[in-house]
Structures are given as structure tokens and as C-alpha cells.
């Protein structure tokens, strides 16, 4: 595919990149790592505490729940959206594009409060049920899981959407071709060749929004209402409202350790090419 | 294992495929006869491969009509239509076994898994994969994989077998195994086999008849020997091997056969076919010519001039012009080729059985 002396260039130009990273991520980070281990005082009691401490751990519990909940969700919803994108009559593959595309434009605080308007207790669902007379009391949509459930799962969709095209793109057609000839209906064969055959799809799309999901910040606060405090919005808490910056530190070293380790399971399952 | 009666006899009617504008298939019919073992033969582009999608019910015909078993199979689709297809590149599914994707077919239809198994085993051991059931296709050779396509598609026993180009990606030891492996299962199985290719020597090996398609129109068909000895086009009979074209005034037919003048000599074909005009071309063989330094009694024989000779190993190539300027090239014995590049002029002669016209002005 490139050439060598392509890669060099390639590497040239990325280089600014690299050591800007470096410079913004890696050593602030190094630097949080330390106060982890030197905050309040010298060891590793932070990482005990994290532990042992029952609202850190439920926390934790809380975060990974909704993340596989939303995991789940957004996939299923994207493999849908990548089936038609994919698959579908050039009509339906422009208008599903601008579908994905359009909320790329809008920022996840913008979304976020959307959706407080849609989902809350006088928000236009309760409204519009009321009015009908199907419910006589407003049904909590926002302000606990469901809504940051919810809130997660449409802004991750789109980032589910493209490995998952990648995947029915790269398909060849004439073994779906070869199913039917051997007598395979149209459901048969979406669950038996289709789905196999996308798998590698499925699970980079999963494992980019869990790992995406993992430190959401805005979207839980502000549709969680302070209810359902997610991992990210812990550190926030800890570090501004009850300082306690050691534990803050453990529990971020914490979170980019699994992230990075699903990172390496991502690379993986799936050649980088294939994400975009 | 001969079961000809479960050989699907099928027949095209007035069939015709447009894309857009682009006419893939004009008004082709065509008789397949139940067990015959036929091959669509034609350059790239020339619609042989989309008359197999719609043999398989992939593509539907613009105009025309498809008979299964005397039963008009125009609209029903591919999956109720079940012939057996074996695809350009395989098309195994990838994520299952070898045992698995040729049980695919069977578990559609919902057998019984003890039948599955013997069926499956059996498959295997005519195709000669035992030993290799659990491997995904990813860990076979090329050839083992067109083994399972074969066997896939043959296991549940379809009336026709259609096959795409099955060898285009084989080298070339391998494809003449193949083929001969394909011929075999199509002795034992008794189906119906429509094989598709732009190989004519693979089509005239192959095949009880040869359909030979260019530029979306059926030629002629006509059984290996037929189409290659008596091709009723030019285009025929340059696609079918190599021919060399002499143009040949004054045809006229006597009791015996054609008589003609090629190259200001008298020639006599018995066969020349029931071309008659004053302009014709005769088309002959290389393998029927001989090269002489003297004319070779009771033959036909013209002169020419050797211009350049390429060594084949066997045999070389001798490329030669006739008086009047025809080009002319002919397989010859290496010696041969020697004594015809010294010499100012040799002698050409073919049989008068050898040799046929077609109609048109010359080279």
C-alpha cells in the first residue's frame, strides 16, 4: 500500500503531533501518576482506599454497567444504521450519511441539554404522554441511569457506525450469493454468514464505545443530575468539591490502565484502517 | 451413483439482459439437456457469465423465458431454485469449517443430523478432504478450497451444477487436476453441469457441448469437435485456437466437394463447407499443415516464404507469407523450421478433408 520512503514522510509530518501529545497528555499525566503515590503522603495508600472504599467501588460497579449497557445499545443501533448506510438503495445510503454525519457538528453539551429538554418531567415526551392521557404522573426519564443511558448511547452511536461499515464493506458478495444459492432465506442468512462475517466489525465498534463511554464526563452530569456519578465525574468531585487530589490521582492512573488496555485488545481485532 | 433422473433439463427462451443501456444478453435461446455437461465459452464481456446468474435465479431476464423441468422458472428465486454454484473465488464462508459450510445446504433444508453427517463424510471422501474437515477455508490450498465449493454445492444433490470460472485462480498444474476431478464428479453424480469459462481449451476438454457467446449474442453450439472443425464464424474459429485465414477466389462446388484457387494454385476441399461466391476465406488449422520442400501429392499445396520462426520447445513456430502477402503460422518440427528459414520458398499442404470457408473478403 505506501511505500518506504512514503512511511518516512508520513513519519515526518506526524512528528510535531507526537511530541505535541507527549508534551500535553503524557507528562501531566506522569505528574498525576506521582501525586497517586505521593498525596497525602508517600505510598500506596490511595490505591488501598480504592479498594476497600464501598462508594469508589460502587462507582466503579455504576460506570461499568451503564458502559456495557450503552455498549450494547449503541452497537446494536449502529449495526442497523451501518446495514443501511452499507446495503441500502442510494437513497437511503445519502440520507442515513447526513444522518450520521449532522451530529458530529453539534457539541455533546449541546446534546446533552437536548435531551434534558426531550426527557424531562415537563420535557416534550412527559408532555406529549400526559396530554394523551396515557400517564397521569411524569415518568423519570432523566436525572438517573436512563437518561445518561440514553444521552451516552446517541452520542456513541456514530462512533460505532464506521468499523462496523468497514466490516460490511469489506464483505464479499458472492458468498451471500452462495448462501441463497444453496437455498438460505434472507434471515438465515443475516444471522448465519452476514453476522459471523461482521463479527470482527462488532467488536472493534464495541470496544471503541466502551472505552469511549468509560470517561464520559458532561453527558452523565448533567443527565444524571448527580445521581448516577460515573468514574470521570468522581475524579471531578474529588479533586474539586471534597479535595482529596491522592485518590482523584489513583483512581485516574486506574481508568487509563483498563482503557489502555482495551486499547491493546482494540489494535488487536482490528487494523487501524478499518476505524475510519 | 449415476442418478440421471434428479438432472434438471433447462431451457432459455428469447432471454435478454439489459444493464442501463448496455445490452449484456440479446435474445439468446438455448436447450440444456438433462445431464449434459455444457460450457458457456466467450471473451470477457460477452454474456456467458450473466446467463448463469440467471440460470441461478441471481439476475432476472428483461425479456424472455426460463423452463426448469418443462416448468416455467422465470420469477422464482435464487434460494427456491437451488442449483448448485460454484463461484469465481469459492465464496466459502469464511468463519465456518470445512464440514460446516458443506453441511450449510443441508441444515437449510432442515435434514436430520445423522443424515447430515454421512452425507457430509461422504461428500468429503469423494472430494478427497478427509482429514481436513475442521480447518477453517483460510488454512487450505487453493485447490482443496475448490474441493469444498465442489462439494458444497453438490451435496444436496441439485439438478444442475453451475460453475463460474471455478479455475481462473489456479496455476496451471493444478487446473488441468481440476478438471479432471470435475469431469469425474460429473460421470458419478449424473447432473446437469453448466460450466462457464474464456478458456477454449478447457471448454473443448471439458465439455459434451460448447455455446460459444461475443458481445451478448449466442454464436453457435455444437459438441467440442463440431465447433472447433466446422466453426460457422470467423470469430469462432479464431477464438477457439489458433487459424490461419487465406483469402480464395472463384469458389464453386462440383460433385466431390468445393473447388477453389488459393494463391493462383487449384485447391479441393471435401468439407469446405457450402460456401459459394467468388470471394471466400478458407481457414485452416496449423496442426493440419505440413511444411515440404517438394508438394506433397493428393494434398492441397500452395508456396510460401518463411519470415521468422520462435522456438517453442517442442515444437517451433514458423511464421510465413504466402506469394500474394497472407500471413500464415505453423507448429513445425525444429529441423523443419531450419530448412524452411535457408530455403527461398517451401511447400504448405493440407489434406482435402482439412480446410473450410467462411464468408467475407480476406486478410
Redesign the interface.
Known sequence: MQTLSNRTGAALFLAPLLLFLSLAYVVPFLGVAGWSVTLPEPGIGQYSVLLSDPLVQSVFIRTFRICAIVTLASVTCAYAIAFLWVRGTPLQRRITEFCILVPFWISVLTRAFGWVALLSNRGLINTWLQSLGFISEPLALVRNEFGVIVGMTHFLIPFAVFPLASAMRNL?E??L?????????RT?IFW??FV??T?SGIIGAALIVFVFALGFFVTPAILGGGRSVMVAELVYVRLFQSPDWGLAAAISVVLVLIVGALMALLFRTLKPAQMV | MAEPSRAAELKAEGVSKSFGSFRALNDLSLDIGRGEFLTLLGPSGSGKTTFLMILAGFESPTSGRLYGDGVDITAQPAEQRAAGMVFQGYALFPHMSVEKNIAFPLRVRKKPEAEIRTRVGAMIERVGLVGHEKKLPSQLSGGQQQRVALARALVFEPGVLLLDEPFSALDKSLRSAMQAEVKRLHEETGTTFVFVTHDQSEALALSSRVAIFHHGKLLQVGDPRQVYERPASRFVAEFLGEINMLPVTGVHRNGVGTVAICDERPIRLLNGGDHVGDAAVLALRPEHITVSPEPKSGFNSITARASGATYLGNTTKLELRTRAGAKLSVAVPHETAALALGSDAVWLNWPTEQGFLLPGGGH
Open positions: 464479499d458472492r458468498v450469493l452462495a448462501a441463497r444459492g444453496l437455498g438460505a432465506s438465515r448465519t454468514v459471523p462475517m463479527m
